[in-house]
T-cell receptor
Framework: QVQLIQSGGEMKKPGASVKVSCKAS????????ITWVRQAPGQGLEWVGW????????NYAQKFQGRVTMTTDPSTSTAYLELRGLTSDDTAVFYC?????????WGQGTLITVSS | EIVMTQSPLSLSVTPGEPASISCRST???????????LDWYLQKPGQSPQLLIY???KRASGVPARFSGSGSGTDFTLKISRVEAEDLGVYYC?????????FGQGTKLEIK
């Protein structure tokens, strides 16, 4: 079955870091890139960045530059999003999605709650 | 960055009636290869977004024919020829030509 399965939700304190995983199955991992999208509660979609599964080169939205790192592990067909320096504004669902011509396959989302 | 503006932000439609959503970008999404880099996504309640339309007018796999995308340059439209109950949710356009990718605010479709 072609799918992206994300890690479970987490609760973090302000200033902490979080690492979300996104495991691909049912297709050839290196044939598609992985993008990450954030959705704050009750809000719209916000692009965080993407990473090539071929060479590991990532491109981040400017607002996340310096505190986000995207990586992949081709051996397990898994992509990772690490976000550091969390604030309450980072409370959101983070989605990974496969991309080629568009974001055609999405994970189920991971809720990250930042609270003291 | 490119700003995407959708209208209306909400609409209520009777099943069987048509619906239309507009999306405008602050820069042209027409590439020199002739493609318009504009996608449409639907987020049903409690679900992840799903791809409906890419490259302005191409229906994604499994998307019903009642969904169609049109437009070029900076003005785009998503049309549903006959709305069904399962079409409720929030529709987003996204420009796919430049980074950062940017989404419209979303249009909430309710079923009467």
């Amino acid at each position: 079955q072609v799918q992206l399965i994300q890690s479970g939700g987490e609760m973090k304190k302000p200033g902490a870091s979080v690492k979300v995983s996104c495991k691909a199955s049912g297709y050839i991992f290196r044939n598609y890139g992985i993008t990450w999208v954030r959705q704050a509660p009750g809000q719209g979609l916000e692009w965080v960045g993407w990473i090539s599964t071929v060479n590991g080169i990532a491109n981040y939205a400017q607002k996340f530059q310096g505190r986000v790192t995207m990586t992949t592990d081709p051996s397990t067909s898994t992509a990772y999003l690490e976000l550091r320096g969390l604030t309450s504004d980072d409370t959101a669902v983070f989605y990974c999605a496969r991309y080629d011509e568009a974001f055609d396959l999405w994970g189920q989302g991971t809720l990250i709650t930042v609270s003291s | 960055e490119i700003v995407m503006t959708q209208s209306p932000l909400s609409l209520s439609v009777t099943p069987g009636e048509p619906a239309s959503i507009s999306c405008r970008s602050t820069q042209s999404l027409l590439h020199k290869n002739g493609n318009n880099y504009l996608d449409w996504y639907l987020q049903k309640p409690g679900q992840s977004p799903q791809l409906l339309i890419y490259l302005g007018s191409k229906r994604a796999s499994g998307v019903p024919a009642r969904f169609s995308g049109s437009g070029s340059g900076t003005d785009f439209t998503l049309k549903i020829s006959r709305v069904e109950a399962e079409d409720l949710g929030v529709y987003y356009c996204m420009q796919a030509l430049h980074t950062p990718r940017t989404f419209g605010q979303g249009t909430k479709l309710e079923i009467k």
